[in-house]
């Protein structure tokens, strides 16, 4: 399977959409925040943005994606989306996910899929968790202040990864 | 304690077509809790590294698609129910669903 190999992170990514300082405070509208600036960044297109906020809270209240350590990552698969896209949203107050370990979520990576292609998903979930596994990645992205700090932080931990 | 400890093994296959994303494994973290013995999980199909079971997270890791085959081993005192449950879980798709349908 070359996929995880392959796959960067960084192409990923929607740089400009990234949100490094959430104005929300609840999971919503973390949600919905993070879709508007991908509409904003021109990654999704502005009249598919209610459907899709939509359908990933729909998902959220399924399952909580808060998989503990202050992480989330919300996600959804649908039809009005073209190309898989992911962005990051930080929280320097911390948001009530529901984690599984019930504690505040600081860094949010919200990943949208094409409905059509679930091995395309699950490899980029791969490599979103195989990176948020690390200590020092997520306590970085916590600490990133600036749009650019955390696109380089994700650059470096792809760089880290295929060395 | 020691004489009391079991090692099993059993092997199941992901009949899902999402494959096994992030609900499924939620819900396979949340049995693989309830026993006291360790789990620890390998995708047999595209043999990638062990992960433990008791972890979203890791579990996350296996990158598991339609049709992989999952390697659930466990170690303790209830070894043998964990993975009769768990590979059972596996087996029927999670009790998900989607094994027909895809979600919107």
Redo the contacts between chains.
Sequence with gaps: MGTEVDMKLSDLIDAPSVVPDLKATDRNGVIRELIQSLADSGAIEQHHMETIARATITRENQGSTGFGKGVAVPHVKHQCIEKMIATIGRSSHGVDFAALDRAPVYTIVMLLSPASAPEEHLAAMERIFRYLQRENFRRFLRQAETREAIVELVTEADDLQNE | MSDATTEAVRDATVPN???????PV?RFVDLASKYKSTVAVTNVS?D?EKVDGKS???M???????GSVLRIEACGEDADEAVRALAALVNAGFNMMDTSQ???
């Design positions: 077509r999402e494959g096994l994303h992030a609900r939620m595209c990638k979203a997270m890791q996350m890791l296996l990158e598991a698609t339609q895809r979600p919107g």
